[in-house]
């Protein structure tokens, strides 16, 4: 190309090389695999430590731990639709994998592969734990006050949501300069 063409091509819309594209697709499938590590690992400290009936308070009454196991979704909604759950956290994860494999920037990269280890930590829990396959309840241990007991998936969506809305938010604002 061209400096003239450089200059009617932002980056964006420049083609990223093979080596690159394989650099995102594997960051965003590592971070995955950490993801759900992470949020497995801590279940299993969780499951193997705490109880359901007793709160170990870490900030006051704002921030605890308690042993708590949920069959719906956030707030525990929809509790007696846990296999439409299990089939949602599969179809987040397989979505996640696509978008991996077409992710361009490295911001991104990090908001699929956290999105896609969340659904997929999610997924192992609605599989495979008690009371059955595509029946599981989600282990949960961070209680926010008398909120909600969530995990450290939970969080990770939170904060990779966040970060995909600011993205689009700058990408927005730098489309329109």
Do not use: C
């Amino acid at each position: 190309m061209t400096s003239s063409q450089t200059e009617a091509h932002p980056p964006a819309a420049r083609k990223l090389s093979s080596a690159r594209r394989w650099q995102l697709t594997g960051g965003a499938l590592l971070i995955a695999v950490v993801v759900v590590l992470i949020d497995q690992g801590t279940k299993v400290w969780a499951e193997a430590t705490l109880t359901e009936r007793e709160r170990i308070p870490l900030i006051g009454d704002l921030l605890g731990l308690q042993l708590a196991y949920n069959p719906g979704a956030a707030f525990s909604f929809g509790e007696g639709f846990t296999w439409v759950f299990a089939l949602l956290a599969v179809a987040a994860t397989l979505t996640a994998i696509v978008f991996a494999f077409r992710v361009r920037r490295p911001g991104w990269a990090i908001v699929v592969g956290a999105l896609g280890g969340a659904a997929a930590s999610h997924a192992g829990d609605r599989f495979f734990r008690d009371p059955g396959f595509a029946r599981g309840h989600v282990v949960d241990f961070l209680a926010y006050g008398n909120w909600f007991i969530g995990n450290v998936a939970d969080i990770v969506i939170f904060a990779a949501a966040i970060a995909g809305a600011v993205f689009m938010i700058r990408a927005d604002d730098e489309s329109t300069e």
